[in-house]
């Protein structure tokens, strides 16, 4: 019993030191979407990954971050006012992604399932790396992703990821969203032990209703106003969110 | 029951064996060098012969893989990837499927750790609507320095070596905006020849482009436009200084001198240029050299006065900047202030004066039917130009609805051309042409939308230009001065006023207009001869001509599935009054109903071709200057008069375009064919003496034709890593002319042009870039049946050397020959430039040589049905410039 619970704190041990020692490297893409161009920044290793919209600045501290004692196979992201937050698991267990309405934050929890990609016989230079095309369907539309397998990771923008090296490109169908990688740096570092704990947590279902309510209220102001002048207002409904639906 | 649970299990169990037994699966151990398990790593299952393509793949967790396969392989490849380690591979051949496969990896660790790599800039070009957006840095190579130089590698664009217009997908764009603003209207090479281009981060190419946001629903969609978005940083305050000194072969100093600013804020926009040169190089949007017009006067020819005595345009075989002995000031401000919200100003203010010199020998030998003899002339010309001009434009939204324009241009231009002539090596002949050009515009234009989707604009536009000249020529003859004075003064003066009504229908659109234009143009001449004792009138002209017409046109443009159809037509009336003031000429006056329709179809085949049609019938009065029936001398030998004659001219043309551009492949094609056929014409009747021509014009319904076909084809290809590009044009024209005396003789000629260009694009340290041009022109005419062929050859190699990120060489060798039939007559032009930018870029040496082997002169020979001709032309001589520049 003694010689297990050694055995079993120096697997915890070597882990830690193993996810301490990990290399650590950094992606740096531009994001499209409909509303806004802006730079987004992926940082991982083997096991964790955090990946940010904005100018992310290291030691930018929005939120109270509490040390996690759950750090093995965990990504963090913090975000600041607008922007959308993505946190992932590796450990296929959850995806935790910290998104805002209006002022208010919340941590998205979900549950984590692989996504089933199909590999696509065409290939690319991205930069000097050869990238072959890939496609997946989740969130309610397909997804297309140029992955090479020089890098061999499986970490991605936003929740993709998953395939058998780093993407370098990503689109939804309509290319409304757009990731593209600009740069990668080898070996930097980057803290991954800290997280936002005190947001609300709630699901990404509850998030959607909260965000569909919201929306609703504005409309309604909106015909008050108008209204009060003798007008009246139409709304056209875009949906450009990045999740068309909430199933993975 | 207990029994049937049984069987049904052991059924289940042997349909799952079975198929495990079908099923194809692999699984392993991995583990690194260093005798540690492999924390992750990817597994890729291919084809052996197409290792380029991943068919499955599994992620390896703690050292352990397994994977049940779900494609057949003929050989297997299996490849195991992960950071740090070296890739390793196993291949499995005639894998069978109802083997189970155990294979452990090795991974050795890597040593090389790489630190950063940049992937930015891959990606060329993005279509985003109706907006294609080139990145800037994917087209470079070093060697460009302004804009011009860039928009001259985008697929699909087109720039014209000597005007620098341009044309994007076959269509003239209108303008080059800077950051969405159009600062410098139609004259945008004052942009694309200024602007450095290491301060552009895109340019956009617009499709459907409209100035007036009021008109966007409403309009065509066929105008283009190019849009500069600037690199970030480079917006606010920024600009350039060139300092380039050096000398020519003759130790007169060389100077090439440029600043630049470019100012950016929210509310103030300008870009301001000042330059001096006396190396060839043209700043400024108006060509002294060559007088070819560039966008903005081919728009605006209608309100110029016509000029009948033409200052001396060089021959530009050789292209103008190997010579053009010039020495050139040009100074230019464009400038847009946002008052308020609702109201903008802009202003652009230009001042040039230049100092062409040439020196030329042209000898001519005629051989006519009644006799034969050789003229020469060794002329030395002097072009002087200076212009002073000043253009605002004024924008007020009257409303959210409404918007009105005043536009607003003033022009003082005067050219001196003093020429010295030896004629037929005996005869001292001294020139001497000032030309003043005064041009006026005002321009009210007010727009209203009534609705989304209908629009009705007003327009009063008057013009006024006044174009006096004064030519002398003096010959030194037996102890006396013989002098020409030629007075000719064309005035025009136009007042258009019309309202249109612009709407759409779903997705057609309509243009409805009502208007009237009146023409002035009054005409006087005077040519006076005089020697020491007295002065003789020898030839008077005094006419005044007016036009007026009251017009409604329409247009409707069909918008359905791929094709657009669009139907057009003119309908007006035309007054024309021709006054005789010298009594001897009768007047003339007609009148005439004019109807032109038109029909254009436009096909789009796909996302990347398109074909478009257009048959029309035009109708236009002749030109002023065919009025003037009594001479008029417009060189020191040449006498120019009319039999003026007010009909019309019809013609009804043809064409047919295909256009392809395929950018992801990088393959363009355009593919045109035009044809025009006129009825009735001017045409000139030659009378050739040894000392003076006689050229008289006179009008005949007869037709002339012509057809012109063109053909590009450009395509980069992977293997050889280069760019193949062939431009080709053929015309062929019907005319006719009289001479000396004999009856009309019909003539055809034809044309053909071809361009061959590749250029390399390897990732080594060189590249090469190499041009021929062949040119043939054939003349025949039908009665005497002889045959003068004219063919050149130009031939242009480019090294391109670029070792490092702040060293950039290159050596350019052009060789000319102007006729295949005299190959001694060759020509060969090389340069040299050295380019040095230091880690911090705000700096940059340069050192240039041009025309190292020193070719002082340059020949060409032409021959018609009637002549021959030899004409010899001085060239920039050999210089060297050591340039310095500095950008903030």
Redesign the interface.
Known sequence: MKIKSYLLLCIIFLSTI?LIN??T?KVTY?YTSPIKIDIAVLYYN??VSFFNYGAFSEGKDETNKQTSTNTADMSIVIDDSDSIGTYQYISNEKIYERRNIKKKYYTIIEKFTPLDWQ?I?S?Q??????C?LASTFCYGQTFYAWYT??????KAPWKLG????LI?HAYDKERKHEW????????VEFDFSVYPSDDEKITLKKYSDLREEENQKIMRLAETIAAQHGGSVSFEQTNNYLEKEIER | MKRMFLVLGFVLGFVCLCFSLKAQTIKGFITTSEGDTL??????FKEAN?P????????AKNGNYQYTFKKEYDTLLI?V????YL?QSKVIFNPQKDKNYKIDFVMPVDTV????????G??RFEQKGDTLIYEADAFLNGSERKVEDLLKKLPGVEVDENTGAIKYKGKPVETVTLEGDNLFGQNYTLGTRNINVDMVEQVEAIENYNENPLLKDVDNGEKVALNLKLKKGKIDFSGNTDIALGSFDTDKIAANLNTNILSITKNYKSFSTLSYNNTGTNYSPFDYFAFSLNAEQLNEKDWYAQKIISESYFNNFLESRLINVNNQFFGNYNGIFRIKKRMSIKLNLYAISDNIKNNQFIENEYNLSTNSFVTSDAISIQKKPTQYRADIEMKYNTSKNSLLEYKGKIRQEKIKTPTFILQNQNTPISLNLITKDFLSKHELLFTQKLKKQKVVQFLVLSTHNSLPQTFTTSTYWADQTLKNNQESKFSRNQTTAKVTLLGAKNNDRYVFELGIKNENTPYFSLLSASNNQSQISISENNLDYNRFKIYQLGAYHFNFNRFKISPTYSLSYLWQNLEYFDTENSNLRAQDLIFEPALSIKYKLNDISSLRGKVGYNVEPNTENHFFENDVLTTARLFKSNIPNLNLRNTISYSLFYFNNNLDKQFDMQLGFFYNRNEGNFFNRLEILPTSIKNQSFFLNLPTSSLNTNFKIGKYIDFIQSTIRLDASYSYLIYINSVDSLELRTNKSNNFDGNLFLKTHFDIAINFENTFDFGQNRSQNEETNTIFINRNLKHKFKILIKPNQKWFLDFTSEYFLPNLNQLENNYWFLSSTIRFRPKNKKWQYNLTANNLLNIQNFEQIQINDFSSSVYQSSILSRHFLMQVSYSF
């Open positions: 193993f990990a290399q490297n531009q083997d096991t590999l016989d290939t230079k991205i930069g000097n790396y050869t072959q397998s020089e890098i061999p990771s499986d998953g395939l058998p090296g370098l593209k990688a600009t740069n990668i740096e080898f070996d | 924390f992750t790593g990817n597994l890729l197409n380029n393509s991943i068919r499955e793949f599994v992620i490849e990837k992960s950071m740090g890739s750790q790489l630190k950063q790599v940049t992937i930015k891959n990606k």
